[in-house]
């Protein structure tokens, strides 16, 4: 099993400009999140989904757009990208509920000029 | 608000010692924490879960505690190894019933030999 796929590993952006992160999951995992991580900071919740067609912002939304219209697939938007959007974006997918742990890929680095 | 805190300065450490690393939390005490690991360039992987009426857990080389009097958790290595230089994140989950998670900034360990 792969686990969890981000696509692309790296990338660099000029502001203005719209891309998606891809993330797939093989886990059949009903619960899927993006994190993004910047120096000092920690992880932060971007948003989250429960589910196939179920999606919810989480603490820092703003600038992101997300779908779920599969199990295994997760992709994250940014619709006009901004430098203040330069960071590591992280996807990660676990069971829905319980206290199962949260699978992680291996990220996306985003530069955003 | 519920948050986590970690010491962000590195802890640098001899082979063969004991390390040990913190966590804080703010408010009501969470069901469970979780502690992964996170090497450069890599996302975190999961390493140890400890529940609220837990004291201790152990697995292998590693031990966690938790303390819900003073709101904290340990997380310790004993026998240290070069191997075990990483940063190490502490996570609770979100009030509700979905397997959230609010991370820590993590508190990078350097293994000396």
């Known amino acids: 099993n792969a686990g969890v796929t981000q696509t692309p590993k790296f990338q660099v952006l000029k502001t203005g400009q719209s891309m998606t992160l891809q993330c797939a999951q093989d886990m059949n995992h009903e619960y899927m999140s993006w994190y993004r991580q910047d120096p000092g900071m920690g992880l932060r919740l971007i948003h989250y989904?429960?589910?196939?067609?179920?999606?919810d912002q989480g603490e820092v939304p703003n600038g992101y757009n997300v779908s779920r219209s599969t199990t295994e697939d997760f992709p994250l938007r940014l619709l006009s990208a901004a430098p203040s959007q330069t960071s590591v974006y992280f996807c990660?997918?676990?069971?829905?509920?319980?206290?199962?742990?949260?699978?992680f890929g291996d990220g996306t680095r985003l530069s955003i000029l | 608000s519920q948050k986590i805190e970690q010491n962000s300065e590195a802890l640098n450490i001899q082979e063969g010692k004991t390390a040990t690393l913190t966590c804080n939390y703010t408010?009501?005490?969470?069901?469970?924490l979780q502690w992964y690991r996170q090497d450069p360039g890599r996302g975190p992987v999961f390493l140890l879960l400890i529940r609220e009426n837990e004291k201790e857990k152990r697995k292998e080389r590693l031990k966690v505690t938790f303390d819900t009097t003073l709101k904290q958790s340990l997380f310790h290595i004993t026998a240290s190894q070069p191997a075990d230089s990483a940063t190490y994140l502490c996570?609770?989950?979100?009030?509700?019933?979905?397997?959230?998670?609010?991370f820590g900034a993590g508190t990078r360990l350097a293994v000396h030999p």
């Open positions: 990660a997918s676990s069971q829905r509920t319980g206290d199962g742990p949260q699978h």
């Open positions: 996570a609770r989950r979100f009030s509700g019933g979905y397997n959230k998670l609010i």
């Open positions: 408010n009501y005490s969470p069901a469970y």
């Open positions: 989904s429960v589910g196939a067609g179920i999606t």
